[in-house]
C-alpha cells in the first residue's frame, strides 16, 4: 500500500516529466525553423525516422502487455492520418508566423476536442467553453493580424490559417486517441508507433500534391537537426506526457501542457530572435488564458 508521501513523490515526478514534455514539444519548431527543409519533407522525416526507434519499443511493449487489438491498430491509423495534416500544416505555419506563434495557435486543438467529444459522444460542453471560446477566438484573431494587418504583412494570414487547419488536425487525433485509450487499451507505444507511421504516410501523399518530397538540397547539418526532432520531438516528448499523466487528473496535465506555448514564445526569442508585436502578445495571453479557463484551470475546484 503507497503512503501519502509516495503519492506526493510520484505527483511531483509526474508533473516534472510532463513539464519536459511540453518543453521538448516547444522545441520541436525551434528545430524545425533551424533545419529549413521544406516544410512537408520535415514532416514526412520526422515520422519516417521515428519509426524504426518505435517499432522497436513497440515490439518490448508486446511482449509485456500483449498486441494492439486488430480494432485499436486501424482507429491509430485513422489518428495517425489526422496526425499527419496537422503535422504538414504546422511546419509550414512556423515559416509563416514564427515557431513560437504557431505553437500558440495549436493550443486550438483545445477547443477542437470537446466540441468533437459533443458532436460524437454527446458530451455536454461546459458554461465556462462557452464563455471562453470567443475570448480564445477574438486572440487568435490578434495573433493572426486581423488587428494591425499593416504591421504583420499578409503571410500571417495565411500562417494563421495552416496554424489553425493543424490544431483541428491535432484535435481529431487526440480525440480518436482518446476513445482508444477509453476502450481499455494500455499498448500506448504501439498506438503511437502505428499513428506515427500513417501520419508519415500522409505527409508523403499530401507531398505528391506539391511537389514531391525533396532530399537533394538537406544539408547534413540538417539531418542532424531532423534526426534530433524525431527523437526528442516525436518519441521522447510523446512518451515523457504519457508516462507523466498516468498519475495526474486530467485538468493537472492539460494546465501543465499549458507552458508549451510559453516554452515556444521564449525560447525562440532568445535562439532565433523572433519578436512578436505587442497586438500578439496580448493575443497570445489571450488564446492561453481562454485554454485555462475553458478547461476550469483557473479554479482551485477544477479537480474535484
Known amino acids: 500500500m503507497s503512503t501519502p508521501s509516495t503519492a506526493i513523490t510520484h505527483s511531483r515526478r509526474g508533473i516534472l516529466t510532463v513539464l519536459l514534455g511540453a518543453l521538448f514539444f ?3 519548431a525551434i528545430v524545425i525553423k533551424l533545419a529549413a527543409v521544406e516544410p512537408i519533407t520535415t514532416a514526412t522525416l520526422r515520422c519516417a525516422i521515428a519509426v524504426p526507434l518505435l517499432a ?9 502487455h500483449g498486441a494492439l487489438s486488430g480494432r485499436n491498430i486501424w482507429w491509430s491509423i485513422a489518428a495517425g492520418i489526422a496526425l499527419g495534416i496537422d503535422y504538414a500544416a504546422w511546419t509550414a505555419s512556423i515559416f509563416k508566423v514564427g515557431a513560437g506563434v504557431s505553437t500558440v495557435l495549436l493550443n486550438f486543438q483545445v477547443i477542437v476536442l470537446p466540441l468533437l467529444a459533443w458532436m460524437f459522444d454527446k458530451e455536454p460542453v461546459s458554461r465556462r467553453f462557452k464563455l471562453a471560446a470567443p475570448v480564445m477566438l477574438l486572440g487568435i484573431g490578434m495573433l493572426g493580424g486581423l488587428w494591425g494587418s499593416s504591421e504583420l504583412g499578409p503571410e500571417v494570414l495565411t500562417g494563421t490559417a495552416l496554424a489553425l487547419l493543424a490544431g483541428v488536425g491535432y484535435g481529431i487525433y487526440m480525440f480518436i486517441t482518446r476513445r482508444t ?27 505528391l500534391f ?45 494546465s501543465l501542457l499549458l507552458a508549451q506555448p510559453v516554452f515556444a514564445l521564449i525560447i525562440a526569442a532568445i535562439v532565433l530572435a523572433e519578436r512578436p508585436t505587442a497586438i500578439q502578445l496580448l493575443g497570445a495571453g489571450l488564446v492561453v488564458l481562454a485554454v485555462a479557463a475553458s478547461h476550469g484551470l483557473l479554479s482551485r475546484r477544477s479537480d474535484a
Open 56 to 64: 522497436l519499443l513497440a515490439l518490448r511493449e508486446k511482449s509485456s
Open 181 to 207: 485509450t477509453r476502450s481499455g487499451s494500455s499498448n500506448i507505444i504501439q498506438q503511437l508507433a502505428w499513428a506515427t507511421a500513417s501520419a508519415g504516410a500522409t505527409t508523403a501523399v499530401v507531398g
Open 26 to 28: 516547444s522545441v520541436s
Open 210 to 254: 506539391f511537389g514531391g518530397l525533396q532530399f537533394a538540397e538537406i544539408t547534413p547539418q540538417a539531418w542532424a537537426l531532423l534526426i534530433a526532432l524525431a527523437v526528442v520531438g516525436q518519441v521522447i516528448a510523446w512518451l515523457l506526457v504519457h508516462h507523466g499523466s498516468a498519475n495526474l487528473s486530467p485538468s493537472t496535465t492539460a
